[in-house]
């Protein structure tokens, strides 16, 4: 029963219970670190924690979500934390149905739950945690992606393909100290 100012059994009674999973791609563009080419916009995914709505781990990556990134990310919780969740909620993409994931998670006894097809409210805690990401810190950097929502008044002076400054191993030193104060 929901009690005003009580936790919310939905996303844990204490803290690892109940964490999420998702990925979004950045609004940023990056440059190789090597050529200074621009190699366009990496993908984010989070492993937060529902009840103190922390992130616990992150990957950056210019792949796009699969069964690796999966391992990387709890990989990198692991490393980070030297544990993993009680339960894991993720949506229904087709990275997380891997035999690869679910065969790690159940050998170390993570509970995996999947959000209801087309229900986002299900996931809005690790949407929101994006939204928040993406208007704190990615949206502060040079080379952001943020004007080009409205294509129409974008003029080449403004295009973030120009503007990109950083590396993927920079935004990730960013990135971890963004998650740390979090």
């Known amino acids: 029963s929901f009690r005003p100012g009580g936790p919310n059994q939905n ?3 204490y803290p690892w219970d109940i964490c999420l999973t998702d990925h979004t791609l ?4 990056l440059l190789c670190s090597s050529t200074g080419e621009n190699l366009g916009r990496p993908w984010l995914s989070i492993l937060m924690d529902g ?14 979500p699969s069964y690796r990134t999966l391992m990387l990310l709890i990989r990198a919780c692991v490393k980070q934390h030297g544990r993993l969740p009680g339960c894991l909620v993720t949506d229904n993409g087709k990275e997380f149905m891997s035999g690869y994931f679910e065969s790690l998670a159940a050998s170390y006894g993570v509970i995996i739950k999947r959000r ?13 945690m994006f939204g928040t990401i993406n208007t704190q810190f990615f949206h502060t950097l040079a080379g952001n992606t943020q004007n080009t929502r ?25 990135m971890s100290t963004y998650a740390d104060r979090k």
Do not use: W
Request: proline fraction near 7%; charge should be neutral.
């Open 11 to 13: 996303h844990g009674e």
């Open 26 to 29: 950045c609004d940023v563009e």
């Open 51 to 64: 009840y103190s709505r922390r992130i616990l781990a992150f990957c950056l990556t210019f792949d796009p």
């Open 116 to 128: 209801p097809p087309g229900k986002a409210r299900f996931g809005s805690i690790v949407e929101r």
């Open 150 to 174: 409205n294509v129409r008044q974008l003029t080449k002076s403004m295009d973030p393909k120009g503007h990109a400054v950083f590396t993927l191993e920079e935004l990730h030193t960013m």
